[in-house]
């Protein structure tokens, strides 16, 4: 029986990426690392300093230094709060909220991101939706997706069996840890990846939008 769902929050909740992307982007190439755009919808889930170590694989043969990943990181994360794209809720996503809400499930939010409000954000958001104690984010974790540990950690928080809950995820990395940590994932292609990038990653279910998904949550809940 399903207790519960675990959200990815950017890409899910929030019609974040493209300010993600964007501020990546801008960041790398002010330091002279190439990369196209799409790089970052593929490396989406990983931690900063895991997406920059790859970057600076591919284009100096090394990894950051400790200082880059630190000094990089901050300058993306400035960027990305200057675009302020962590205040456009997904299309749908209320919705899907709701009808989990009606149902008697909990919500659970499991991501990557790492800032400072991110709860008084969601709240605002999304009131009363998600609790502060039902949250893994970039301080719980030490691999980071598409590690299973944040997934299990979310299962570990609630006191829940991997059959007990369900994913809805938008990242192929982010598909890839919720289904290493044995839970049925639903999959939503919010950005401009194919659709086989999520099957790929293992999707058991996958949705064009946030808005398809709230016409069809039922069956997934039931
Ligand atoms: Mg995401």
Redesign the pocket.
């Known amino acids: 029986m399903i207790k519960a769902v675990l959200f ?5 909740l929030y019609d974040s ?1 493209s300010g993600h992307v964007q501020a990546w982007y801008e960041t790398m190439s002010a330091v002279g690392v190439q990369s196209d755009p799409d790089d970052f919808y593929l490396f ?2 990983r931690t900063g300093y895991s997406t920059i170590d790859i970057l600076f694989n591919r284009n100096f043969g090394r990894d950051a230094t400790e200082e880059e990943k630190k000094s990089i990181y901050a300058r993306k994360t400035q960027r990305f709060v200057e675009l302020n794209a962590q205040s456009k809720p997904m299309p749908g996503a209320l919705e899907v909220l709701e009808k989990i809400r009606q149902a008697g499930l909990k919500r659970i939010i499991v ?2 991101s790492g800032q400072s409000a991110l709860f008084d954000n969601l709240d605002a958001h999304f009131p009363g939706y998600f609790d502060k104690n039902l949250m893994v984010t970039a301080y719980d974790v030490k691999f980071g997706k598409p590690h299973p540990e944040p997934y299990l950690m979310g299962l570990k928080k609630a006191n829940l069996h991997a059959d007990e809950a369900i994913v809805v ?3 192929p990395l ?1 598909v890839e840890s919720a289904v290493a940590a044995g839970i049925f994932t639903i999959a939503v292609n919010t950005g401009p990846l194919p659709d086989q990038t999520l099957w790929d990653a293992g999707a058991n279910a996958l949705y064009l939008s946030m808005q398809v998904l709230a016409e069809n949550i039922e069956k997934h809940i039931q």
């Open positions: 990815d929050m950017d890409g899910v990426m989406e889930g991501t990557g995820e938008n990242a982010g």
